[in-house]
């Protein structure tokens, strides 16, 4: 009797695992898909976990699998992928990934920011991958019919460092996605959240999407090996040069390995720094002051196209001797909208500062609660814009004398921090 139940059990559990026609059906039209039980190993012993690492690797799984329901139900809709103003490699690689992935399911996305493409390396990256990124203006959103747009999707992001937010906020557009490495900037009410701030680089949690299922790697696509050569210039980039990185990130890399191409990564990264860059790098060296092995350096003012140059003079000025944290910061103006922005970055090696923390206390919010800026291990930037003060610069004290103040109450600031005991006001 037992035996016979127990052969019966068996058969109806082949029974019901048997494809079914209509099942087959429905699996064509996502005969792409590849995320499903056989492909998502749970066991460490299996082939594909051991790149995730022990730790993170049921996150990374859940995560991919929450994210390939979520594609599931918007198939066959067009979606904005929203970069930050100025895009670095990490988010642009990204977002090509989103992409490539999405387009499995039918999902049309274009990846958009509304500043520029200002590093020599992202200029490269993205003229030799032929990554498929565009200019947004605030002016273009406004002339575009958003109604087409069934949703978008912050990367490597949280919408505080993009001007288009708020315009697709009011285009009542839904947040599909939000997928980041930094801390969390605010509450974002989103489909799918994957904020994971422990991660050196958002490359590599797309990368363990890739690992997870949502994507085969195949390295005859060019497409394929292109977007992994991204990948891994934007991991690169985001843990200087793996230095900052741990295991995930070199898991990841490790995966990455098998299908990047070496030669167009180095192609990439030999890129020429412009003299007008070298030019911002000359002053922040000329204008550092070093305290507390804090450098600080205030560069004037620069063009929007080298606003790249800031992060750039702060990464030379933080491999000084005795230096751990550098901060380099400048005036930004964009002659077209007469629009003028104050930028700064952080670069630190110091293990113990949190860029995040440090910049949200050193700069505070505005008046609607917005933080002027934040961060990510061992990186971090604000803006801080300059409202009924931008232009007039053809008048050249006013420009000096806007300058000096700016620069003045950025320093004292920042000494604040540095220095504790320092008095930021002082009367003689
Ligand atoms: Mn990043």
Known sequence: MQLNSSLKQSESFSLTTE??????????????????????????????????????????FQKSEELQKVFLAHRHERQLIILQDFPDPDALSCAWTYQLIAQQYDIKCEIIYAGTLSHQENIALVKLTGLPAQRWTLQNLKSKDLSCYQGFVLIDNQGTTSQLLAGLQQAGMPLVAVIDHHSLQAELKAEFLDIRPYVRATSTIFTQYLQSGLLTLDSSISQHVKCATALMHGLRSDTNRLMQAQEEDFMAAAYLSRFYDAQLLNAILQANRSKRVMDVIERSLKNRIVQNNFSIA????????????????????????????????????????????????????????DPDEFIKEAFGQDST??????????????????????GSNENPAYAKMKWEVFDAQIKQKLLKLVNPRDNPIQSE
């Open 19 to 60: 494809p079914n026609p209509e099942d087959a059906e429905v699996d064509q039209e996502v005969v792409e898909v590849p995320l499903n039980r056989s492909s998502l190993p749970t066991s460490p012993s299996d082939g594909i976990s051991v790149y995730l690492g022990q730790r993170n690797n049921s996150v990374a």
């Open 298 to 353: 205030g560069v004037g003012y620069l063009r929007y196209d080298d606003r790249d140059a800031i992060p750039q003079a702060a990464d030379f000025l933080v491999t000084e001797e005795n230096v751990h944290t550098a901060v380099v910061y400048g005036i930004v103006h964009d002659e077209d909208d007469e629009l003028e922005v104050v930028i700064g970055s952080l670069r630190t090696t110091k293990l113990t500062l």
């Open 369 to 390: 609660g917005r933080f002027f800026g934040g961060g990510r291990t061992s990186a971090g930037g604000f803006e801080i814009p300059m409202g009924f003060l931008s």
